[in-house]
């Protein structure tokens, strides 16, 4: 990736949570360290039952006032009401602030001198967060920036990125994403995975030092005496559709019992399909593992950029 490219994500929603106590209130309820973020920095997370399941995966930063988290439109407004149902006495207000805010991604060579200029400030570490009065921008894996901008002052800031960079489709973030090895759950794949099953303790997304939240017994005995079987993989498939999230894998080593699962996926530029699944480890190693049916496409594993905690 050489050009500098920026897309308007509108498939992504925003809650922001607010109150005295807000971050006692998120640190009970979220798979991250609520409590452990600095000011300055952003967290991947995950909201799971008490079962272990997870709900939704976000990313999560403070705000002046509170905290906002990004997840998918198509499930902000379930678990602002499921989280609302919890707030009981607490100083805590969430609402959905998807309209105030604009949400661009920018990437490519040199695309922080350019997020310098229409954000005012960009961020110099993965994770860190600047932000100013009108702007939140932040460094996210894959090399490329999320800008959250006050929606009066969208139209000078679109205007600047198309000024100086390619606009692409909200599909071009969704691979890049894919690329970065992060997950997000989709209504179709809700309550499918455990965190670990999503790389989430490899991307900082649990901490196994805090307290109790909701599906914490699991998740913690699946990392201190559980044996994972299943983890989540990018590939790459030659279909003649793209697949959906929740479509059905298939291994070798099990014929036709389904091996895992698609999470999600985006066109790449060759015609093939970029995706994040996942399998059995045991399917993995007997290899090859194919789309659908036992005879489908074949995915073609790919390297993942982070190393996946070993047991």
Request: neutral net charge; contains cysteine.
């Amino acid at each position: 990736m050489t050009a500098i490219c920026h897309t308007v994500l509108t498939e992504r929603g925003l809650l922001h949570f607010e109150g005295d106590d807000a971050r006692n209130f998120l640190q009970g309820q979220l798979t991250c360290d609520v409590a452990g973020l600095s000011n300055d920095a952003s967290t991947f997370g995950a909201y799971c039952t008490p079962k272990g399941r997870v709900l939704a995966t976000f990313l999560l930063w403070q705000t002046t006032t509170g905290y906002l988290m990004q997840l998918p439109r198509a499930l902000l407004a379930a678990v602002q009401k499921r989280l609302s149902m919890y707030i009981l006495r607490s100083k805590v207000k969430v609402s959905d602030a998807s309209a105030m805010h604009a949400q661009l991604g920018v990437a490519g060579a040199a695309a922080a001198a350019l997020v310098e200029r229409a954000a005012g400030a960009a961020p110099d570490a993965q994770h860190k967060v600047s932000r100013t009065e009108a702007c939140y921008a932040l460094k996210l894996p894959g090399d490329r920036y999320l800008l959250v901008i006050a929606r009066e002052r969208e139209a000078a800031a679109i205007g600047m990125l198309e000024s100086a960079s390619q606009s692409r489709n909200e599909s071009w973030w969704d691979a890049l994403d894919i690329a970065a090895g992060v997950a997000t759950v989709l209504p179709e794949t809700q309550e499918q995975f455990v965190p670990q099953m999503l790389n989430l303790d490899a991307t900082g997304g649990v901490s196994f030092d805090k307290g109790c939240y909701p599906g914490q017994e699991i998740v913690a005995r699946m990392h201190y005496l559980g044996r994972l079987k299943e983890r989540m993989f990018r590939a790459r498939v030659a279909a003649s559709a793209m697949p959906r999230p929740g479509d059905k894998i298939y291994g070798a080593d099990l014929g036709t019992q389904a091996a895992g699962m698609i999470a999600n996926a985006a066109p790449a530029e060759d015609g093939t399909f970029d995706v994040l699944v996942v399998a059995r480890l045991s399917s993995i190693a007997a290899g090859p593992v194919r789309l659908a049916a036992a005879d489908g496409p074949e995915l073609v594993i790919e390297q993942l950029p982070y190393a996946l905690p070993q047991k």
